[in-house]
């Protein structure tokens, strides 16, 4: 009997290029950020990545947090809310010897409202059948959390019409369409 192939995705620059990310199988809701994608946006934040303090809010694969350190940020937590996911991103920093990824096993929107931590750059990717999460995340984001000059990206379905109110205090950076997703990174400015 032939032996199926893992899931896999690769870090695509910085201190692991091209390691690998082993991903579970029969997880339809885990969809990792498209190499492009991440690609365009680690362009974008390359000139501020070194030394900030990052969140995955909805991490799944964790490659946007893991895809941060290895560019040079400090730290990333990636909160992840499905224990089978996160194991295996639990095996892929003990893989790499990753020691400034912490991936943490909860409901993220409590972990917000929670937290006392304060990031640089936060990563907003929630499964896109659940719009509602967005929303709720950016209204807890807007009053706490963020740094003076945060970064913030936000990755959404581009053909679903998702009534997000950004606060005035972002500032849209950049916008962009690749296939049927929508990712925008805004820059607060206080």
């Known amino acids: ?9 690769k870090i695509i620059s910085g201190k692991w290029k091209g ?5 579970p199988k029969n997880q339809p809701k ?9 690609e365009t946006l680690f362009n974008w934040l390359n000139p501020i990545i070194y030394k900030t303090r990052c969140l995955d809010c909805f991490a799944g694969s964790g490659i946007l ?12 937590f990636l909160l992840e809310n499905n224990s089978i996911i996160r194991n295996y991103t639990i095996k892929n920093l003990q ?15 409590f972990w917000l409202k929670k937290t006392k931590k304060i990031f ?17 995340t950016i209204k807890i984001l807007e009053k706490k959390i ?3 000059n945060a970064w913030i990206y936000i990755e959404t379905n581009a053909n679903s019409s998702t009534n997000v109110t950004i606060p005035k205090i972002w500032k849209k950076y950049k916008k962009k369409i690749t296939g049927n997703v929508l990712y925008q990174l805004y820059h607060k400015s206080t």
Do not use: C, H, Y
């Not at 390691?19 to 991903?23: D, K």
């Open 1 to 9: 009997m032939k032996k199926k192939s893992q899931k896999k995705i």
């Open 19 to 23: 390691r690998t990310l082993i991903l």
């Open 30 to 38: 885990l969809r990792p950020t498209k190499n492009q994608i991440r």
């Open 65 to 76: 947090g893991l895809e941060a350190i290895s560019r040079g940020a400090s730290i990333s």
């Open 95 to 109: 893989t790499l010897k990753i020691k400034n990824a912490i991936s943490i096993l909860t409901n993220s929107i």
């Open 120 to 136: 640089d750059i936060v990563f907003i990717d929630p499964p896109f059948q659940k719009k509602t999460l967005l929303k709720k």
């Open 146 to 148: 963020l740094s003076k």
